[in-house]
């Protein structure tokens, strides 16, 4: 079944550690997104890639980076987690010429 | 930028009511997307929309682009529709496919 998977589901971390986010999709699709959103707030697109080697920045400022090495592959990373990097992480994925996007079932980060 | 606004807040209804939630885009767009996050996170796409209608069983949604406001209907409301409701614009001449988000609905069905 085609899908997005991302990992871990719940991350709980001390602060200066380097974490990466990990975010896999099985459809193929060129376009991938990272959005931010904090309990009970809209999402903010922090990062997305048209395909391999491509990747912006979004709306939202993001002390993090990403990378698209495979289609299918599309970490982030924080070099030095914070406190303000708590927040929950959804990557997202849409192919050429669809009009839908999937969503992962997100990253709930807590840097403490 | 883009604003887009989202009414109501919170929403609560008894099981089998009917409700129409609005989304209010303060500029033109090429791409408009529901969708519905349950309680467990989870996002999932209800509609691609930018204008018409459309219906998918219980849901039905209308973009008036001219008037730039889109509504979200859900007839026989059912307690595993709760959660929160967003709606997105893109505005993207590049087709990047780059969404900007609403506060969401926040809709609880009661049975």
């Known amino acids: 079944e085609a899908d997005i998977y991302q990992t871990p589901r719940y991350l709980v971390i001390g602060t200066g550690k380097k974490i990466t986010l990990e975010c896999s999709q099985t459809?193929?699709?060129?376009?991938m997104y990272w959005y931010q959103q904090d309990p009970g707030m809209e999402l903010h697109l922090i990062h997305y890639?048209?395909?391999?080697?491509?990747?912006e920045k979004g709306d939202l400022s993001s002390e993090s980076t990403v990378s698209r090495i495979r289609t299918e592959h599309f970490p982030l990373t924080l070099e030095s987690a914070r406190p303000s990097h708590t927040s929950q992480y959804l990557c997202a994925s849409r192919g050429t010429g669809s009009y839908g996007y999937t969503f992962g079932s997100g990253t709930r980060l807590t840097v403490v | 930028g883009i604003q887009v606004e989202q009414s109501p807040p919170d929403l609560i209804l008894q099981e089998g009511a009917n409700s129409t939630l609005r989304c209010n885009f303060s500029?033109?767009?090429?791409?408009l997307q529901w969708f519905h996050q349950n309680p467990w996170g989870q996002l999932i796409n209800l509609f691609y929309?930018?204008?018409g209608t459309k219906q998918n069983g219980r849901l039905s949604a209308t973009t008036v682009a001219t008037e730039r406001y889109s509504l979200l209907y859900i007839s026989s409301s059912q307690t595993t529709d709760s959660g929160v409701y967003f709606c997105?614009?893109?505005?993207?001449?590049?087709?990047?496919?780059?969404?900007?988000f609403g506060q969401g609905t926040t809709l609880q069905v009661k049975p």
């Open positions: 929309i930018p204008s």
């Open positions: 459809m193929g699709h060129d376009k």
């Open positions: 500029d033109s767009v090429n791409n």
């Open positions: 890639s048209y395909g391999v080697n491509s990747t």
């Open positions: 997105a614009v893109g505005v993207s001449a590049r087709n990047t496919g780059k969404l900007i």
